[in-house]
């Protein structure tokens, strides 16, 4: 099941577009399903569990942290993670940076911008976001390497307003990529999700985070 979903998911995506498996609050099982269908991106929003699951999977994992990230925890997964989606302060930003350089390494960070309507969703407003960049305060943190957006839409029927606050997030992103920043890795788009991501495609995602359309509901 997981892996039929898997390709028919990765039929549907352009060249270019990479599919981050969200298998937060499902089994090592299920992940080990996907990763024998040759999965080997997985996205997790919870420090311990991604720590455990961490533990017991195959060490060519890619493990993308996609949640909320609080500062105090970013030391557990310093020595491992392999991309952070969703960076929405400088305090953030610096503590992931000093974890780096402890664990001797780079790590690759995504900005979390805010364009959807509900106010509850984290992240940087567009124009804090492209202040934050101007500022160049960003410069000073060696060990992260900033990547590209991480955004969420409002959770909506409406396709029309979907897209517009995705094509919001692609003409920040491309504003800071001709903003000559000297941003080496400045090539990432991190949205799209289980019932977005046909949409997010057509406007500039080049990193889909699919959770339930691939392992079913979540039992939280
Ligand atoms: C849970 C989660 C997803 C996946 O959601 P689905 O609707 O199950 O695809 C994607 N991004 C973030 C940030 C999430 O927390």
């Not at 039929?11 to 090592?28: C, D, I, M, N, Y």
């Not at 940087?124 to 976001?129: D, G, K």
């Not at 959770?155 to 897209?163: G, K, L, M, R, S």
């Not at 080496?184 to 889909?208: E, L, R």
Request: glycine share 4%; aromatic share 10%; proline share 3%.
């Amino acid at each position: 099941m997981i892996t039929e979903r898997i390709k028919g998911i990765k039929q549907t995506l352009p060249e270019g577009v990479r599919l981050v498996a969200v298998s937060k609050f499902h089994p090592a099982s299920m992940i080990q399903e996907a990763y024998d269908a040759g999965q080997r991106i997985f996205g997790e929003s919870h420090v311990q569990e991604m720590v455990a699951k961490y533990e017991v999977m195959p060490k060519d994992i890619e493990w993308h942290f996609i949640g909320h990230l609080q500062t105090n925890k970013v030391k557990y997964i310093a020595p491992f993670v392999s991309l952070i989606h969703a960076v929405d302060s400088e305090h953030l930003l610096k503590e992931i940076d000093k974890q780096a350089k402890r664990c001797e390494r780079v790590i690759p960070v995504l900005l979390q911008v805010h364009v959807a309507k509900e106010e509850t969703k984290f992240g940087f407003a567009p124009n804090e976001l492209l202040e934050f960049m101007k500022s160049e305060v960003w410069k000073q943190y060696e060990n992260v390497s900033i990547s590209g957006l991480m955004c969420m839409a409002t959770n909506t029927d409406d396709e029309v307003q979907i897209a517009s606050e995705f094509e919001q997030a692609k003409e920040l992103f491309d504003t800071i990529r001709d903003s000559n920043f000297d941003l080496q890795n400045w090539k990432t788009c991190s949205w799209g999700m289980s019932d977005d991501y046909p949409i997010a495609v057509k406007h500039g995602s080049t990193m889909v985070r699919i959770g339930s359309l691939i392992f079913g509901e979540r039992i939280y």
